[in-house]
């Protein structure tokens, strides 16, 4: 394929490479066969009866044709000037020394004329019809020309006359049938580029669907090797799949998934992929399900869809949460104002002088249970008042040291009890929500954690994923630990250990806050006594998006 100038610097869009193409070797022709008519006359080739008429003639019409084929080479090549004005002068050019040479060699029976059919005929290639018409009558003009001016001068060509109609009837003929044949040409071609780019914004559209997909997806040949997959995939399986020439292998990938990815190949009707394996140590448990591709892709190909069962089950919890949330806001509201009339009373007659320490203990106890009351009201009134994030890019190292004075002003603490660990990381959160969760954790470490000893009680440590580049902190105490049995129940609402002092939804809030966030709460087990919650928090580029 000749790849020209012309091809990118073409002035009018109407005319494709294809149209380029068609001329540039159209004058590979025509340099082709004035160097042969050029060597002929130069050689005299007595064998050949062309330019018997004039030698001298011939030979310049042979030459000029050669030389103006050379200079097109050059103007194609360039494309410049534009094709229809390039087209239009190599025709018009040919048609004329043509009927030079022809009338050089003794007219139309010498037939040359012949050769104006093939010019006539590229034209309706190369142009639209109307033009090609126009050159096959212009043909027929400068051959009638040519023949009256041989009848005039020469008295050996009055019978030419049938060889010149037959001539023009072909001519015009030729023009005809190949306009419309090339005209249906280009048509099709370009009814076959229009589908070519529809399938492939077709392809385009597919993969960015794909690719933003919530569900992870993953295309494996008969081998086990990878051959597509999205970033959904990615973050269940905490991996970048840089390769997708089919170069990684389940196998390498995940060797649990590989196995479920096996169990399927073998039995496919067990439908294995409904029950949730763990992909990852500190990642969510994902159902896999198969799926054979049909059609005409190769033999043993499919797809792995994997899905967040956590997502499913907070989904599914969201829904049975919001209409309690309004149940339970409601009936809130009611119950406040009794509780604070039952309060404002027991503190009245704990003033009394007339009690006596019984009676004050008990006092005491209503008002410790008047209080702890009120804190689940107000928590049940912020679970039913949700609002949305602000989210805005907060650099934690300068963030955070703020935090820890603010918080243990508002607790009263002594200075060291909370540790922070160089944290310089820039995340995409809302800082007040970011603030409310911080508080809510850092309550329930205290809660559990022993007496201040001058060792630090809470630390906050900050860090990165290094395989996914996704900003963490961890909120970690000393405390005895959650047990194992207990860990899937801790973000519940209204689930506490602490019978009398939790309300038992600051976890749950926190973890909300965090999904608000679009990013992550997750206890991480640790290897001694303490616990570790971890904060993940959303890619920057939701922060981008927002500004």
Sequence with gaps: ???????????????????????????????????????????????????????NLFLAASVALLLVSA?????????????????????????????????????????LNLLLIVSVAASGVVLSGRLAIFFAALATIFSLAEHAVSVLLYTNSLGSFTQLGLLGIGLFGTGVLLSFAARRARQTQALAERRAAEVLNLAKINELIVARLQTGVLVTDKSGAVQLSNLAAEDLLGKQIRSLDGSIRLTELNPTLAEAYE???????????????????????????????????PAGMAVVFLEDASETERQAQSLKLAALGRLTAAIAHEVRNPLAAISHASQLISESISLNEQDRQLTRIINDNSERLDQIIKSILEFGRPRLSKLMLLKLEKWLPE???????????????????????????????????????????????????????????GGWFDEL????????????????????????????????????????????????NYGRLDYVPMDGAGSRFRIQFAPDDLCKQSE
């Design 469 to 516: 580049s996704v900003p963490y902190l961890d909120v970690v105490d000393r405390g005895t630990g959650v047990p194992e049995d207990l860990r899937d129940k801790i973000f519940e609402p209204f689930f506490t250990t602490t019978e009398h002092r939790g309300t038992g939804l600051g976890l749950y809030l926190s973890r909300a806050l965090c999904e608000n």
């Design 263 to 297: 169990h399927w190949r073998r039995r496919p009707h067990d439908e294995p992929g409904h029950t949730p394996i763990q992909l990852r140590t500190q990642g969510p448990a994902v159902s896999p399900r198969f799926a054979p591709v049909a059609g005409d892709a």
């Design 1 to 55: 394929m000749i790849t020209t100038a012309a091809t990118i610097r073409s002035v009018d869009e109407q005319w494709s490479k294809v149209h380029w193409q068609a001329l540039y070797y159209f004058n590979v022709y025509r340099l082709v066969l004035a160097a042969a008519l050029s060597t002929l006359a130069l050689g005299r080739a007595d064998l050949v009866q062309l330019g018997d008429r004039s030698p």
């Design 403 to 461: 935090f820890i004075t603010t918080f243990s002003q508002m607790q009263k603490l002594p200075t060291g009890i909370i540790e922070l660990v160089r944290c310089d990381a820039t995340v995409c959160v809302d800082p007040d929500q970011l603030h409310q969760i911080l508080v809510n954790l850092c309550q329930n470490s205290l809660r559990h954690s022993p007496p201040f000893d001058a060792t630090p009680l809470i630390t906050l440590e």
């Design 71 to 111: 200079v097109n080479m050059y103007t194609i090549t360039q494309g410049r000037p534009e094709f229809r004005t390039q087209a239009s002068f190599q025709f018009f050019i040919d048609i004329a020394l043509i009927t030079l040479l022809s009338h050089a060699s003794g007219g139309v029976s010498s037939g």
